[in-house]
């Protein structure tokens, strides 16, 4: 047998999606997880698969794993000791940033925190022009003096940013050449290596950020590597990155910051290859945990892809899958505010103490409390009942703190609680959605995770979406999703030029290198000759404008009918985000970009034939619901999901459970089960 391996790490639970190759069959398991080190949950989990399957640690032919590592170094501060080499006169553009503040008109608005220490900042005399002629020679003796007194201070790590080395990176190289002669061993970026485009604070910040992370990283990796190898596991293990794809231990220590935020980018593109199975090609991935909900975009089956946000108040440019994140979850506190309006979030009651109805010692009244007492979710047992609930104790909560402090009943606390955290949720929707110009009706919203099919249904109603897919295991979607990643790195080179004819000689020369660049990096990794993809994409402007949309290119290949192809498709997307087009503007090409994509060996979901005569099943009991819009308690039936098979259907009011998650089927909602067992449900009325 041969087994491939995908684990996601959560703050409570360990996630595994297990495929077992030979015979095709698709398992998943939770285990709790080790937040001291999370290295120990993931050996202990494999080791207990393996354990119940009767199966070797030598039949792991793949190991993905998804990792908030960087992600908490980030937020926790926990970062290396950095130090930054740049242009003479320029060591400031980290704290003088750009003039978009997100406080423009707030006095007292915080910075973000300085990732480098004070006197860490530092210059040399050197001069690029724009053009890559050197205007001044590098001061070679003044860059050792200063790698020398980053040794003294013991710096960990050493960021390279200089002007205009996206064009002629000959002073960075040699700088880094210096600080390997005199300080061997330290962690070193340079950002012609990095990040080889215009904008300086952009590329300086994302320099900062991946010195920031790089030892953090690569001593947990390391770890990691060494855990796994140590009871037997021979492949070289993957980790996922920000723009949804899997990259090497190797390529993890070089370039951290590629997986800053790709804590919840794997179930995007789980959500992106379940809709291609039920052939819904517009979806908006709703996954709601304890703690947060992550919104994105999927269109054509892709999902959407930012070159530039921020991480952490700093922007990092590199390619990350557009995901909103808010703190809207099943742990979600609700409030009475001082002016005397419920408030939901961001603060969460997390897994200790938790929401009160656990038992655990919480005393706050929470999103979970509050579906628990309006008969959303199991009053007694949760987790396919393993984990006893405590309906009382969440009552006292949402008694003491809201409606003692503002006069509402029960059923309007709790009801209150469960519609504001969904207008919260709905407001990220928007922001992915309508505010990127796009029907958010011709969308279908895509539950997972432990909380998003509980919401689902209810958010879609009052956003216009009809229809609303939940997959067999909502739960373990993000590491399922490291089962279908393929590898990928992306590829960028600026050089502003007219988006003309004339200049498609020159582009092909740009896109080519770029290419090469790629097949070397699959050559690398392993990749075969014959699974190995690339696609080409555009960055275009107006002329005078100062920011770029990417356009894809319809092939890896550049002719005047592709480019013309590219020019019409940036006008339909600069009047879908702009409100407006300008069919005889002279367009501008500003950066080429290629990925490089190695196609990994994915699990094939098994289909399964559809019964148009399904029987509907029973219920397995009975409880009183309150729906949203509703006043009154409905008496609704409690179903189980694994009397779900394809081609069953069923008309709402419904609550169906299993052990990772309870979808809620409101009145005026039916549901039906597909040949893969995801569940389709379907608004049946028109306000």
Avoid at 14 to 36: A, C, I, M, P, W
Avoid at 183 to 201: A, D, H, K, M, Q
Avoid at 430 to 449: I, Q, T
Wanted: charged fraction near 25%.
């Amino acid at each position: 047998m041969s087994y491939m391996i995908g684990v996601d790490v959560g703050g409570t639970f360990t996630d595994f999606s297990v495929f077992e190759q030979e015979s095709g069959r698709l398992f998943h398991f939770k285990h709790s997880s080790t937040n001291y080190d999370s290295s120990v949950a993931i050996v202990n989990g494999i080791l207990k698969i393996l354990e119940m399957e009767n199966a070797s640690t030598a039949e792991v032919t793949y190991l993905a794993h998804g990792t908030t590592v960087s992600t908490n170094a980030l937020i926790e501060k926990k970062g290396a000791k950095v130090g930054l080499i740049t242009t003479e006169g320029f060591r400031d553009i980290m704290e003088i940033g750009i003039q978009k503040r997100p406080f423009m008109y707030d006095t007292l608005g915080q910075k973000p925190q300085s990732l480098i220490q004070s006197g860490m900042n530092c210059e040399v005399p050197e001069r690029i022009a724009h053009d890559g002629t050197v205007m001044k020679e590098l001061d070679e003796e003044e860059v050792r003096k200063l790698v020398r007194y980053f040794r003294k201070h013991a710096v960990d790590s050493i960021a390279v940013s200089t002007l205009f080395s996206f064009v002629n990176p000959v002073h960075e190289k040699r700088i880094k050449e210096i600080i390997e002669e005199e300080y061997p061993g330290v962690y070193t970026t340079i950002s012609s290596e990095l990040v080889p485009e215009f904008r300086e604070y952009s590329r300086m910040s994302t320099t900062v950020l991946n010195a920031y992370l790089g030892p953090v990283m690569k001593k947990y990796v390391n770890n990691f590597q060494d855990s796994v190898k140590r009871i037997g596991i021979q492949t070289e293990p993957y980790v996922t990155q920000s723009n949804g794809s899997i990259i090497s231990i190797k390529e993890t220590i070089e370039c951290p910051i590629k997986t800053a935020v790709s804590g919840p980018s794997a179930g995007v593109i789980a959500a992106a290859n379940i809709g291609r199975q039920c052939g819904a090609d517009k979806i908006i991935t709703f996954d709601m945990g304890g703690t947060s909900a992550d919104i994105s975009l999927i269109e054509n089956y892709q999902a959407q892809i930012s070159n530039e946000r921020l991480v952490e108040g700093y922007p990092a440019r590199i390619p990350m899958i557009n995901i909103i994140t808010i703190g809207a979850g099943g742990g979600s506190i609700a409030r009475i505010d001082e002016g005397g309006v419920m408030k939901v979030g961001p603060d969460s009651a997390g897994a200790t103490p938790g929401p009160a109805c656990y038992g655990r010692g919480g005393t706050l009244p929470t999103v979970t409390d509050a579906n628990i007492y309006l008969g959303k979710l199991n009053q007694e047992k949760i987790l396919g009942g393993r984990m006893e609930v405590y309906l009382d104790k969440a009552e006292e909560a949402i008694r003491k703190e809201l409606c003692e402090k503002s006069g509402l009943t029960m059923e309007e606390a709790a009801n209150g609680i469960i519609s504001v955290v969904n207008s919260n949720m709905m407001r990220a929707i928007r922001v992915v959605s309508v505010e990127k110009g796009y029907d958010v009706r011709e969308f279908s919203l895509m539950a997972f995770g432990g909380a998003g099919a509980l919401h689902a249904c209810e958010v879609s109603e009052e956003l216009g979406i009809r229809t609303v897919l939940i997959p067999p295991s909502p739960g373990t979607l993000c590491s399922l999703g490291l089962l279908m990643a393929d590898t990928k790195f992306d590829f960028c080179r600026t050089k502003i030029m007219d988006g003309t004819p004339e200049n498609i000689q020159a582009a092909q020369e740009i896109f080519h290198k770029l290419e090469a660049d790629g097949d070397a990096m699959l050559t690398k990794e392993g990749i075969a000759e014959d699974a190995r993809a690339f696609e080409w994409a555009l960055d275009m402007r107006y002329d005078r404008q100062n920011y770029e949309i990417t356009v894809p290119l319809t092939a890896p290949a550049l002719d005047e009918e592709i480019l013309k192809k590219a020019i019409s498709d940036f006008h339909v997307a600069h009047e879908r985000a702009y409100g407006y087009r300008n069919d005889t503007g002279k367009i501008k090409l500003v950066n080429f970009r290629v990925s490089a994509i190695g196609v990994i060996e994915k699990p094939s979901l098994k289909e399964y034939p559809v019964n148009p005569n399904a029987k509907t099943p029973k219920p397995f009991m009975t409880r009183k619901v309150l729906f949203q819009g509703h006043k009154e308690f409905i008496e609704t039936g409690i179903y189980n999901r694994n009397d779900f098979v394809p081609g069953t259907r069923l008309s709402g009011p419904a609550v169906i459970e299993q052990m990772d998650t309870t979808i809620v089927i409101p009145p005026a909602w039916s549901v039906e089960t597909d040949g893969f067992m995801n569940l389709k449900a379907v608004y049946n009325e028109v306000k």
